[in-house]
């Protein structure tokens, strides 16, 4: 029994004592050889297990808490590159997790660590392949081997980085860029090398790169590398998104800083996979612009878009709504025609497709997106086209917009609805649904007084105009669809012009303008192009039409030159339906003014048609078609107008017939052109116009009815161009009793000859018919009174017996036919003049004096006369005998008849009576007198109209003897 004591005894002795020694051993161990191994053993894992080249400053170990503190730790990768370090690094290990086969730390401190994370081209991260090209090697099984080693399985019960600096280096994109994150704080709970379904790793992360923050929390396992959880980046600047985005943004960031928070689950096994969810977006004072200039292209307040989804391998990412603030996008379309927004993808259509080919190799699955919806609001757009003549600028202010869902299927359609206020005036409104592809567009338009002036810069483009002024309202629905060549679609509703100041675009004088200008309905189809338009009212409009001094009008130069166009083939298309189809029901006008004003002239010619009212029906460019024209107004302040005819198809050669009248014009507001081509200025009367055309294409055929009504010529007015003829005289043989000229001018032309022109043709022919009448007033006289079948040069002169007052037989019928017409044109002044023939009148004269002095009446019978005669010769003192002088006259035949043998006496005795040197002018009086006289007692001609001139002795003599004595005419 002592012994068993005793040998008890012993026994504790010696376990303690050999506990003992194991203790000092383990310390020993722990304190001395633990350390020892530690800053041996560590970098040859490092290099092992991921190929590191590592430095341990100094390695302290309690193995009483199973602590490890490592100093100095300093690693780089196998290319040399710092990759770890750190201050110092506290850890104590969890020991009976040892028996499990994991390295349990339950504590670790960092402090002033440095961490290197590359992102390689490949998306992988350095970490990632350094373990996967060290270990590969070694976890490969033997073929006949049913299971491979693993990696040694490591967890940090609680982990705490405190100052530490974390280096991101990125290799994907084509240019590298660093990021420092700085200072790096780390709180992380449970993590292990391994993923685990009955635990889960968790972490917290807050790091900062310069004012760029990112707060990051999760699960964790090293390898593979597998993460899940939460990251949010704040205020992100533009430059470090710029880096990021520029594979898949053609801009360039300016300016901005971005909010973004996602859920998300990460893994880098054969391949890097990243999914997100729940993401949040928040940009802020973002400036975007072109990679090759420093123009802002759009900036805007701020962008928020909720419930961002987002999978790298499955290609697809969708949202919430995006609601964007206040943004500003500036847009130019430079000379060349390029857009600056459009810039980049213009110039990436000159990349070789070969690397566009490379891009996509890599996988055959499309982009798959979706937007929940888009809601802009107090945004601009500010357009600017320096492609034009003048550079327009345009700009939308106070933007709001809100779109539908939209996603990668095209096909969908998207709701929409936007409204804006013009910068130069006025607001837009659409709302409706459209379709990206194929593109189909349902929209209601709604336009409110929108100022057409702001547009001028493209209308002057088309044509030179200036829009001074101008407000546009519209409303109606459009449908467009490009699912088939060519796009068809249909425009319906109203529109109106009001207020309107068109003028040429070096002028300051109004050209085109009204008050209101309405279409209602408006129906346009795009293809084919029609155009119809129910009603169309236009109220107050004017129109100032100016013939400048070289000829020309400015309506002719509304028209830019274009430089003319290959016209072969033309006359194919002549008979086709036009390629542009319009209608217009009617036209109704209201209080209308056109004014035209005649430069060419000195002075100046201006008139105007106002308070023009009426209707045009039935208007088209298809035949058949037969339109209504029936306009009123006033001419000249004074006269009226009136319009009516029919209108054939537009552009055709059917027919249109026109009959205008005017009555009560003013003439004096025509005196400029009286003065140039009749050399007078008009001082008074009224004119009346019957104008009856007829248009058959380009031809015209016309009767111009024209009466001037008391027309009174003013000064005369020099001029090269007036006619050298007597235009009063002109004039008043035109005109009737009542002061009333009424003249026809028929005209005929092609419209589109140079040479042609309706008013020239008009005045022409006017000027022509005064210039006739003048010259040969007679002659106009005979065409224009019934004088019983008296030609005009029958009534301009009278015929006399030689040696008589009285006219020969017949000749007062004369008399009577040019009574009547001075009675009819009180204006007229006969001239008379008396006259004589020396000769034929002076043997006249001796025959009567011859026959008074043998006795001889007009009665006298032949017998008798001749028995006179012949005692009368021979009581002369002729030398030949009667009987010999009468043998003289009979010649050799010896016959000689009475008539004969009467003549040959007359003419020998009368060679014996002597004329008193006054005969003849007394005569010539006594003509003129007597042709006076009858005039004004036989005729009635006021004496106001006889004028008694001085005679003369050149009347001529015809061949049958008699002696003729023309009048002349005249004007008051």
Known sequence: MVVANRTRRLSVRNISIVVLVLVVIYALLGFLALPWWLERALPERLEQHMGWQAEVGDVRVNPFVMSVEIVDLDADDSNGDAVLAFDRLYTNLGVWRLVTGVVALQNIELEEPYIRLDLLDDYSVNFAEDWQANNAAAEAPAEDEGASEEPIRLQFDRVRVAGGELLFRDFSQQEQENFRVTPLDLALNDLATWPREESDSNYYLLAAVGSQTIEWEGDLSIAPLYSRGFIKMGGVTHTTLQHFLKSYLPYRLSDGRVTLSTDYELRADNELSLTTSGGQLSVENLGLGLADS???????????????????????????????????????????????????????????????????AGSDMPFRWSVAGVELGNSSVNWQDQQLRTKAELALKDLNIEIGKLSHQLEDPVNYSADATLGGGGRLVFNGQTTPSPFTLEAGIAGSDIILAQFSAYINEAANLDVRNGRLNVDGNLDLDQQQDPLTGTFSGTGEVSELDVRLGNSDQRLIGWQTLRLEPVEYNVAPARLEIGTVTLAGPTVNVVREQDGGNNLQRIVRSTPPEDSAGDSAADDSEPEFIFRIGQLMLEEGTVSFTDRTLDPTFATRFDQLRGSVTGLSNVAPQQGKVSVQGRVGDVGSMTLDG???????????????????????????????????????????????????????????????????????????????????????????????????????????????????????????????????PFSMLGSIVDMAGLSGEDLGRISFEPGRVEPAEGETAKLEALGKALNDRPSLVLNIRGAVSPEADASGLRQQRLFERVGIAGNTPPAERIARLEQAYSNSDNLASL??????????????????????????????????????????????????????????????????????????????????????????
Do not use: C
């Open 646 to 776: 029919s209108v054939g198809a537009l552009g055709t050669d059917d027919t249109s017939e026109f009959e205008l009248s005017m009555e009560s014009v003013s003439l004096p507001i025509l005196s400029p052109y009286f003065g140039r081509y009749l050399g007078y200025g008009v001082d008074s009367g009224k004119l009346n116009l019957d104008l009856d055309y007829k248009f058959s294409g380009t031809t015209i055929d016309a009767g111009n009815s024209v009466v001037l009504n008391r027309l009174e010529l003013g000064q005369s007015v020099p001029s090269d161009q007036a006619i050298s003829a007597p235009v009063k005289l002109g004039l008043a043989l035109l005109s009737d009793s009542d002061g009333v000229i009424d003249i026809n001018i028929p005209i005929s032309g092609d419209l589109e000859s140079p040479d042609f022109s309706i008013g020239q043709v008009v005045m022409s022919a006017f000027v022509n018919l005064v210039a006739k009448a003048a010259t040969s």
């Open 883 to 972: 009987d010999a002088f009468r043998e003289e006259v009979a010649g050799e035949d010896g016959e000689i008849g009475q008539s004969e043998w009467e003549q040959a006496l007359v003419d020998r005795l009368m060679t014996d009576i002597e004329l008193p040197p006054e005969a003849l002018g007394n005569l010539a009086s006594a003509r003129g007198v007597w042709l006076r006289r009858q005039m004004q007692e036989n005729y009635n001609v006021p004496e106001s109209q006889l004028f008694l001139r001085d005679p003369v002795r050149d009347a001529s003599a015809g061949e049958d003897g008699t002696v003729t004595i023309s009048f002349e005419l005249d004007a008051r």
């Open 294 to 360: 420093d123009d802002e292209l759009l900036t805007t307040d701020s962008i928020r878009v909720d419930d961002i989804r987002f999978g790298l391998n499955s290609r697809e990412a969708s949202t919430g709504t995006v609601t964007i603030d206040a943004v500003n996008l500036s847009l130019r379309r430079d000379p060349d025609g390029s857009i600056n927004l459009l810039a980049p993808f213009q110039a990436g259509t000159d990349d070789s497709g070969e690397e566009q080919a490379d891009d996509s």
